[in-house]
């Protein structure tokens, strides 16, 4: 390996459609868990620049304090990455966001984990939430979330006319987006 290349190693194995290769025999599961490690870790790509992704699917709008739904899936390349064991951590543009703590996927998960409910974005505008996996920064997914504000649905107490300066007492109903739809 060139000193200009040291950060990847490429992984090339063929078999020519045999189920063992001269005498690798499970090698082969080994050397993909290995490489795909690597991917995960940011140390290396697959075939022609193919790289480790997270994706995650989320709901394009969500109403403020009210918990959503999202899924995170490893990628590598266009396909699921069947075998991540890695840990990822959750941020969000909302510091206000109630967010899932770290996660390490399991092998049930067949690289692709649901946080029912485990989303609350509480200020409104466009938010985004993204995944990384510790250790491989480099490796995230975002998605975008529009949370609407809330309106006004009703102003009740002020009076028609009255006195500059005096007190007089009022009532405010605000409707959230379920409402208004």
Known sequence: MSSANTDFIRFNAR???KTSCHGFGN???VLRRAALSAAVAGLAT???GTHATLTITAPSSAIAGSPFTITVTAMVGE???TIINSIIQFTSSDSA???PGYYKFTPSDAGSHTFTNGVTLMTPG???ITA???GA???TGTANVTVPAATAKQFNGAPSTGTAASDFSAKAVLETPTEMR
């Open 15 to 17: 078999c020519s459609g």
């Open 27 to 29: 090698g082969l599961a």
């Open 46 to 48: 697959f075939g022609c």
């Open 79 to 81: 396909g699921r990455d």
């Open 97 to 99: 966001a109630v967010l």
């Open 126 to 128: 466009s938010q985004s």
């Open 132 to 134: 990384t996996i510790i």
């Open 137 to 139: 920064t480099a490796i």
